[in-house]
């Protein structure tokens, strides 16, 4: 996962639950499992199998390219590296080498597609990328790249799709792709635009001003979503749905950042943020809505969450101020799965905040949910199996 997936934690406490995006994410398994043992941190040789009494790790297969992203999509684990796009199946342990197209950073997938693509929020978003957008049909089973030339969006983009539209953003403005023909079918004069997500209904637009645009699929019109005094000049770092409502992250760069869930139904916000006497800000009580920690295209930013029950910061857990933390995963309502940069693989106990395993010999990833009971992550040297107990 690239630099710009992780997220810099510096004096926080954690929001610990399951997210869902475009793509499936990590959701809570639903038996709750027996205390763990914390008497003692326990780490093992590289070469053995990682194992306690809740859970084991075994590595399935090595890799050799840097991952940017990932996406578990059935059967398949799709991944982009820095020479191109990669799917491993994990019924027959089988590696391909789908594409050798170059510059990939994200992954997204929507009905039946697989799209991917460059997106750059902060800093320089050069990428000399002749066929910015590639899409992975998985009915028909193949690989459709589209040019720049058609596309004309500039490096940057995001992408949304339904049944048989793909909305495709930059800052350049937003265009609408058939599908079926795989042609542009319109541009529209909308800019600054961060990220897309739609239903049957709308098609939401997030834009770096904090403001959201719609389009109403029925009457085929445009409009604007009232938001918060909280979000007003923040930047939309990501559209999300979670249990029918539309969540949004954001963040203006420096101390304010949250997380903020619309209901279409009542038109109405629940916001999480809270500012403490010394100006940082945090996002508070998630885990009543079964979020996941949110590390996706955050950068270097400073984020501050905290989970009911528990405020421990992670100062407190890590012993340093300054963690990176890559991915997350709730087990179930009492513990989760960490990967954070030079911390390896850690299991967290939220009731009271306390790492209580970890093994620092393997990478940090990316954690996928393969069932309750089983997960796999990849790092930038391997893909590995989790087996809970």
């Known amino acids: 996962m690239t ?3 992780i997220i810099a934690i510096c004096m926080i406490s954690i929001a610990l639950a399951s997210c869902s995006g475009p793509q499936e994410k990590l959701q809570a398994a639903s038996v709750e499992k027996p205390p763990l043992d914390s008497s003692s941190i326990q780490s093992f040789p590289a070469n053995k199998t990682q194992q306690n009494d809740f859970l084991t790790i075994k590595k399935r297969t090595d890799i050799s390219d840097y991952t940017w992203d990932s996406l ?5 684990l799709w991944y982009v590296g820095e020479e191109g796009i990669y799917s491993y199946h994990l019924s027959t342990n089988k590696l391909q080498h789908e594409a050798t197209t170059k510059g990939f950073n994200e992954i997204r997938a929507y009905n039946n597609n697989i799209w991917f693509y460059f997106q750059q929020l902060e800093g320089s978003d050069y990428n000399n990328l002749s066929k910015p957008l590639v899409r992975y049909d998985t009915q028909n089973k193949k690989l459709i790249s589209y040019s720049d030339k058609d596309l004309r969006l500039g490096p940057s983009i995001t992408v949304y799709s339904d049944e048989s539209t793909a909305w495709v953003g930059s800052d350049s403005g ?3 792709i058939n599908l079926a023909t795989n042609k ?3 541009r529209y004069e909308i ?10 209904k709308m098609v939401y637009f997030g834009k770096r001003d904090g403001s959201i645009q719609t389009y109403d699929k029925t009457t085929q019109r445009f409009g604007k979503l009232q938001t918060t005094k909280y979000m007003q000049g923040a930047q939309i770092d990501e559209l999300r749905w979670l249990n029918g409502k539309l ?3 954001w963040g203006d760069g420096d101390d304010n950042t949250g997380v903020s869930l619309f209901d279409a139904a009542t038109k109405s916000w629940e916001e999480f943020v809270h500012q403490d006497a010394s100006g940082r800000v945090w996002s508070d009580q998630l885990n009543s809505f079964q979020l996941d920690l949110y590390t996706k295209d955050k950068g270097t930013e400073t984020v501050n969450y905290s989970w009911t029950g528990s405020s421990k910061p992670l100062k407190k857990i890590y012993k340093t101020p300054f963690v990176l933390i890559e991915d997350i995963a709730t087990i179930n309502d009492r513990y989760a799965l960490i990967s954070a940069f030079e911390e390896g693989v850690n299991v967290l106990d939220k009731s009271t905040g306390d790492i209580i395993w970890k093994t620092a010999e393997i990478d940090s990833g ?3 949910k393969v069932r309750d009971s089983e997960y796999v992550m990849i790092t930038s040297k391997g893909i590995y199996d989790i087996l809970l107990r």
Do not use: E
């Open 3 to 5: 630099n710009s997936k």
């Open 184 to 186: 542009v079918k319109k």
């Open 174 to 176: 937003v265009i609408t």
């Open 247 to 249: 969540m949004v992250i």
């Open 191 to 200: 800019k600054q635009v961060t990220s897309i997500i739609g239903n049957n």
């Open 366 to 368: 990316t954690f996928h």
């Open 72 to 76: 578990l999509a059935g059967d398949q």
